[in-house]
């Protein structure tokens, strides 16, 4: 038995949470620092910085008390070591290097990326992760940072199959949002402002789907690219400007809904191509973006019945502490530890094996 607490300051939320055995959520903590980015339309990184430097501890006391914990209870620390924000993922770092120091814990250094993967496996996963009818598993990872889909063996071999060749899916939405002036983080509220809007009203671009008359190149297969939805939205927004309308109402509705249908449709086309291509066993959603309505609904309506379909809770979607605790645990299990004096990583390495799966 192992209680671990997962810190996790990569982007724009402080969390914390203490995880019990790597699936029982004990206590999650989060705090988001959205309002105190929205002003400037995005995240600031130096501004994030500082939030997690006076926000964590906080976060952590808050993570305890929910848990009815001490320090003492805890077996060791896990941390997002990267990929992020160095300036965010610096503060997070060293702040769970100073607790296993001063509490004499062992330190454990997780991948963020990998980390949203078992998000989805909190809680109720540990059956699907031991069941063999399972694999391959192909994991489709949406957020602000990454949109990729990866390809996961029974043995806890990973492979890459693509990822996007420009904008992340969750960057899309937070570029439209800010095109459309609807304020920051765009993916919740262009899935608000776009309900009940008409998803065929505008068309946009999917890209790299091969749908556009152009012929997809295999490299290319199972990569994605969203700046072509972007510009697209770009000279609607003109065009319609430029006629006098006045982006609100049923015009704002239908174009957000439209918009938010090309990211969904070249999401859920390209993984569902890919499972069947691969003959998974299941398709794991994870991610910020994982958290959008439309696209569950999509995921939903469109897994072939043999397949079985495993979402992240929306609170495990978005940045959170409790994936970074459950991960660490299968860290902890092997005995894979992190040197006091290593250093956090700004960006995703090449992603070879998971430590969960396989054991
Ligand atoms: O995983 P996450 O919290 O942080 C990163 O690691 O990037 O993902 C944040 C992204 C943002 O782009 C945000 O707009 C998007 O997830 N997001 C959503 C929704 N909630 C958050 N996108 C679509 N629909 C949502 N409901
Ligand atoms: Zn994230």
Same mark, same amino acid.
């Given at each position: *038995?192992?209680?671990?607490?997962?810190?996790? /300051? /990569?982007?724009?939320?402080?969390?914390?949470?203490?995880?019990?055995?790597?699936?029982?959520?004990?206590?999650s903590q989060v705090a988001s620092q959205i309002a105190k980015h929205a002003v400037h339309g995005g995240v600031v990184p130096e501004l994030a910085a500082r939030e997690h430097l006076t926000a964590l501890q906080r976060v952590l006391d808050a993570a305890l008390t929910e848990a009815k914990m001490t320090m003492d209870d805890i077996d060791a620390v896990a941390v997002t070591q990267? $990929?992020?924000?160095? $300036?965010?993922?610096?503060?997070?770092?060293?702040?769970?290097k100073g607790l296993a120091l001063g509490h004499n814990k062992k330190l454990i250094g997780t991948n963020h990326f990998i980390a949203h993967i078992y998000g989805a496996f909190l809680e109720d996963g540990k059956s699907v992760i031991e069941d063999k009818e399972r694999y391959p598993m192909l994991a489709l990872v949406v957020s602000g940072g990454h949109t990729s889909l990866m390809l996961l063996d029974e043995s806890g071999k990973a492979r890459h199959l693509g990822w996007t060749i420009d904008d992340a899916a969750g960057e899309a939405l937070d570029k439209g949002a800010k095109l459309l002036d609807l304020g920051y983080p765009g993916g919740p509220i262009m899935q608000k402002t776009g309900e009940g809007g008409d998803i065929n009203k505008y068309h946009f671009p999917r890209p790299l789907t091969g749908t556009s008359g152009k012929a997809l190149s295999e490299e290319n297969r199972f990569n994605f690219s969203f700046s072509g939805i972007k510009t697209a939205l770009l000279y609607h927004v003109k065009r319609e400007k430029e006629s006098g309308n006045i982006f609100e109402g049923e015009l704002l509705k239908d174009t957000v809904a439209s918009y938010q249908e090309a990211v969904i449709d070249v999401l859920v086309r390209k993984t569902l191509d890919a499972a069947k291509t691969f003959k998974v066993g299941s398709i794991v959603v994870a991610g910020g973006v994982a958290c959008n309505k439309p696209l569950r609904e999509r995921f939903i309506a469109k897994t072939p019945s043999n397949i079985l379909l495993k979402m992240a809770k929306p609170i495990h979607c978005t940045d959170n502490a409790a994936m970074v605790a459950?991960?660490?645990?299968?860290?902890?299990?092997?005995? *894979?530890?992190?040197d006091i004096n290593a250093d956090a990583f700004a960006r995703l390495p090449e992603i070879s094996e998971v430590p969960f799966i396989g054991e």
């Open positions: *038995m192992a209680v671990i607490l997962g810190i996790e /300051s /990569s982007c724009d939320e402080s969390a914390c949470a203490i995880v019990r055995d790597g699936y029982e959520v004990i206590s990267g $990929p992020g924000l160095m $300036p965010a993922l610096l503060v997070g770092f060293n702040f769970a459950g991960l660490g645990y299968h860290y902890w299990k092997k005995g *894979m530890f992190t």
